[in-house]
T-cell receptor
Framework: EAGVAQSPRYKIIEKRQSVAFWCNPI?????LYWYQQILGQGPKLLIQ????????DSQLPKDRFSAERLKGVDSTLKIQPAKLEDSAVYLC????????????FGPGTRLTVL | GEDVEQSLFLSVREGDSSVINCTYT??????LYWYKQEPGAGLQLLTY?????DMKQDQRLTVLLNKKDKHLSLRIADTQTGDSAIYFC??????????FGSGTRLQVQP
């Protein structure tokens, strides 16, 4: 079974530029999560989708971050414009919709904002 | 709000047992998880325990849960150099976001 795929793996941009990350979840997983992991910390949720609907985006900085999952499969996370403090690893995870379903993580995209 | 805390660092010798501890505050947590993160990699699920269990064993891994004290531990028997990584404790359940601790860096010395 293929795991969660993410691209790119690394991205370096200057502040005020825009950037987009892509995630392909495990086949059949209805729930998709984007987490932000700042160096030295655990991952923190940015946004959660179930199918193509948003379940929780309360921690997403909506003035600069946006995310979509138009067909209920792949998802894109965008930052525009980027700030220095957005430097982090962006992790995508997916799971089923039952409480007992575990979350599986992709390898992450490491973003450096200069 | 929800909070998960872990000690930052643990160093052990190869062949010894490692015990990584975690405390959490959300008494309604359904599941508690242990994830492993190696340098430059995503999070790998190691094991998890349902909140009505006290213990779960999976090969070299033993998870102990004390619900009264909201304390979770992960014991790794016969620790190997390949176990060197950051270990994250998390609470939640499959259909909602997990709350993670800050991670414990395990260093295994040969």
């Amino acid at each position: 079974e293929a795991g969660v795929a993410q691209s790119p793996r690394y991205k370096i941009i200057e502040k005020r530029q825009s950037v987009a990350f892509w995630c392909n979840p495990i086949s059949g997983h209805a729930t998709l999560y984007w987490y932000q992991q700042i160096l030295g910390q655990g991952p923190k949720l940015l946004i959660q989708f179930q199918n193509n609907g948003v379940v929780d985006d309360s921690q997403l900085p909506k003035d600069r971050f946006s995310a979509e999952r138009l067909k209920g499969v792949d998802s894109t996370l965008k930052i525009q414009p980027a700030k220095l403090e957005d430097s982090a690893v962006y992790l995508c995870a997916s799971s089923g919709t039952e409480a007992a379903d575990t979350q599986y993580f992709g390898p992450g995209t490491r973003l450096t904002v200069l | 709000g929800e909070d998960v805390e872990q000690s930052l660092f643990l160093s052990v010798r190869e062949g010894d047992s490692s015990v990584i501890n975690c405390t959490y505050t959300d008494s309604s947590s359904t599941y508690l998880y242990w994830y492993k993160q190696e340098p430059g990699a995503g999070l790998q699920l190691l094991t998890y325990i349902f909140s009505n269990m006290d213990m779960k064993q999976d090969q070299r891994l033993t998870v102990l849960l004390n619900k009264k004290d909201k304390h979770l531990s992960l014991r790794i028997a016969d620790t190997q150099t390949g176990d060197s990584a950051i270990y994250f404790c998390a609470e939640g359940e499959g259909r909602r976001a997990l709350t993670f601790g800050s991670g414990t860096r395990l260093q295994v010395q040969p």
